[in-house]
């Protein structure tokens, strides 16, 4: 079982510590704890991310998108044939199947790239959960996030609709393994934002940017439109450096309750 008011007043006392306990227990051997610790985590990382959203830079438009929680108001017309559906049907609606009309900041597609080459567990891949919500809050209808060691795997492609509590499942069943390729993983960032008609593609990578696998990373970096290096705040050598050789942003966290914070920062939004 896991105590939800005990989890409320651990995350009180020691917030990171608390994210990284509750993104290991979704790797729990007990097949019914790993999925409640599933289903408990995607909720609280996506309600982390949504905290203090940065002001959109540009003019925003109302536009229909998927249903989020709080994420709009829901759109009625283009809800409608779902509801009916599943009157007729005599069933529950799938959220999946609903639309909302919410302000949306024109033009901005992302890529999370997430290296997953070194340790996963713990504060580690619970700062990927949380950075992948913010992206998925920040740019709901044109994102992609992918997991790199020696190869690129999408938990979420740029042009596929996905749910954010499903992309941040997938981030939590990462577990860490083999070497880094660092500019194999910029090229495949830029490869799936060319999918996108966004005016403005921002790559994010969150990594301590140490690569294995030769391979000239600043030569990738620079056939981006922008990169953001996210570095852990303990490890950022060889990020400022790569962030200085190539011209990305750079900006470090110390753990998972100020990642979308320090995403934020670094993006400018």
């Known amino acids: 079982m ?9 995350l009180d006392d020691d917030p990171d510590e608390t994210l990284a306990l ?32 940065a002001t959109p830079r540009g003019v925003g438009s109302l536009r229909t998108q998927r249903y989020r929680p709080d994420g709009g108001d829901l759109d009625v017309d283009a809800s409608l044939d779902a509801v009916v559906a599943a009157t007729v049907g005599e069933r529950a609606v799938d959220p999946e199947d609903l639309r909302i009309r919410a302000w ?35 740019a709901p209808d044109d994102y992609s996030v992918l997991s790199f060691g020696k190869d690129v795997i999408a938990a979420k492609s740029q042009d596929v609709p996905k749910s954010n509590e499903a992309v941040v499942d997938s981030v939590l069943a990462l577990r860490g393994f083999g070497t880094t390729d660092i500019a194999g993983a910029l090229r495949a960032a830029g490869e799936q934002l060319e999918r996108s008609r966004a005016g403005r593609k921002v790559t994010i990578l969150l990594s301590d940017c140490r690569a294995t696998v030769p391979g000239d990373a600043v030569a990738a970096a620079a056939r981006l439109d922008e990169l953001v290096i996210v570095a852990p705040e303990s490890d950022a050598e060889e990020a400022m450096e790569l962030g200085r050789r190539s011209g990305a942003r750079v900006t470090t966290v110390a753990g998972p309750s100020n990642a979308a914070a320090g995403l934020a920062r670094a ?3």
């Not at 949306?104 to 504060?123: F, Y």
């Open 2 to 10: 896991i105590d939800e008011q005990a989890l409320a007043d651990a």
């Open 22 to 53: 509750l993104a290991d227990l979704t790797g729990a051997t007990d097949e019914k704890l790993r999925e409640l610790a599933r289903r408990l985590a995607a909720q609280l990382f996506l309600d982390i991310a949504r905290r203090g959203p």
């Open 104 to 138: 949306t900041k024109p033009g901005t597609a992302i890529c999370l790239l997430v290296d997953r080459s070194g340790s996963m567990g713990g504060k580690p891949l619970a700062t990927a959960a949380v950075a992948a919500s913010a992206v998925a809050w920040r």
């Open 267 to 269: 993006l400018d939004l």
